[in-house]
């Protein structure tokens, strides 16, 4: 099978929208989101039907709109927050990285750190609009940006991946 080899840095907006999406394919994360949408939808609904519950009370309907906006204001803003004290904090992440995908697995290097990933301990591996994510974990993924794969290489990685995964690939093409 082809192996390949992509060298990059994340600029901190570009590891932040891809945090976003790390987290907002996180189960819980939809739960909970989903959780405060339906709360603020049926507070809204006993409030204009006049339904005996505790939301009849504008000041505790507003109250019931404050859990889906603090979840979409958390979601939003956690990730700028994390990128920036991780950045500070972890020169690795804000260097330059090298990532070797071959049949071994993903092998990653960036300013004082390396590991590889073998393919049997990748959970999943999935490709958005912008980004390959590799996830070592439910809820934790390194980042490949797509803006460094050569268009051209794209169906041939695709490929490579799927065989390498299998149905732990989650590919757009």
């Given at each position: 099978?082809?192996?390949?080899?992509?060298?990059?840095?994340?600029?901190?907006?570009?590891?932040?929208?891809?945090?976003?999406?790390?987290?907002?394919?996180?189960?819980?994360?939809?739960?909970?989101l989903?959780?405060?949408?339906?709360?603020?939808?049926?507070?809204?609904?006993?409030?204009?039907?006049?339904?005996?519950?505790?939301?009849?009370?504008a000041?505790?309907?507003?109250?019931?709109?404050?859990?889906?906006?603090?979840?979409?204001?958390?979601?939003f803003?956690?990730?700028?927050?994390?990128?920036?004290?991780?950045?500070?904090?972890?020169r690795?992440?804000?260097?330059?990285?090298?990532?070797?995908?071959?049949?071994?697995?993903?092998?990653?290097?960036?300013?004082?750190?390396?590991?590889?990933?073998?393919?049997?301990?990748?959970?999943?591996?999935?490709?958005?609009?912008?980004?390959?994510?590799?996830?070592?974990?439910?809820?934790?993924?390194?980042?490949?940006?797509?803006?460094?794969?050569?268009q051209?290489?794209?169906?041939?990685?695709?490929?490579?991946?799927?065989?390498?995964?299998?149905?732990?690939?989650?590919?757009m093409?």
């Open positions: 099978m082809a192996s390949f080899t992509f060298h990059f840095e994340l600029a901190t907006d570009e590891q932040v929208r891809a945090s976003r999406l790390i987290n907002l394919r996180r189960p819980v994360i939809k739960s909970m989903a959780g405060s949408v339906a709360l603020g939808l049926a507070a809204t609904g006993a409030f204009v039907t006049g339904v005996a519950w505790p939301f009849q009370d000041s505790n309907l507003v109250l019931a709109w404050c859990i889906p906006v603090g979840v979409l204001a958390g979601l803003l956690g990730p700028q927050v994390q990128v920036r004290a991780l950045r500070r904090r972890n690795t992440a804000a260097g330059a990285h090298v990532f070797s995908l071959t049949d071994a697995g993903l092998n990653m290097s960036s300013l004082g750190a390396s590991a590889t990933l073998q393919w049997e301990n990748v959970v999943e591996v999935f490709e958005s609009r912008e980004f390959i994510l590799f996830y070592f974990a439910s809820s934790f993924a390194q980042v490949l940006p797509k803006r460094v794969v050569p051209e290489s794209l169906p041939s990685l695709r490929a490579a991946l799927a065989h390498w995964v299998g149905k732990r690939w989650r590919g093409g």
